[in-house]
């Protein structure tokens, strides 16, 4: 077996889904790749210690089975985001897309972020680190589990705008939302399972 692969799948989907089933991982694994994998295999890998620390240097974490990313250990946000994610199925990129989300700090770049880009540099001209306000944005939103009022609201109060600015904001931030991965939607976004 390949445990580097094997590592690197592990912290790439759950980056991606926030919580995955190992045996989900496994199935991923093999749909990608030529050597196959075993359940089993992979999970006589995980009870060695040395593989559950590597992995929480990535900020995952083994709980009864699944994987789960630091942000949702909290038992209240785990189940909160499972309930979410209920019924929707996998969004499962190729295995060179999905091996980028070992960086945490990953996510798509998309049209809709370009224009909040924009609008920011309209407004703030070079007072404002654009890049990193819109990627924070994002990441916020993909961790949200779903409190996406909360982050808009916390977004553009943190911009202290005139309300009149700052209101010119929402709908674009919403457009941003819905093209952003989320691990409540299993890595959709919400345009994607609007299509399905």
Known sequence: ???????????????LYGIVPVEKVVEIYNNQNKEEISLDEVERFLQSEQVKEKLEESFVYIQSNEFVAEATSEEDEKENLKRNAVGKPYYIPGKEELLRFIDEEYFQET?????????????????????????????????????????LSLFVSGLELPIKESERYIPAIVELADATRLWENRGHTMKELQQH
């Open 1 to 15: 077996m390949n445990e580097e692969l094997v590592m690197k799948y592990i912290v790439a989907c759950t980056n």
């Open 111 to 151: 049209p809709e972020q370009v224009i909040v880009k924009n609008m920011l540099r309209e407004d703030f001209g070079d007072q404002l680190n654009v890049e990193e306000e819109v990627s924070e944005l994002v990441y916020n939103l993909q961790v949200s589990g779903g409190d996406f009022m909360m982050e």
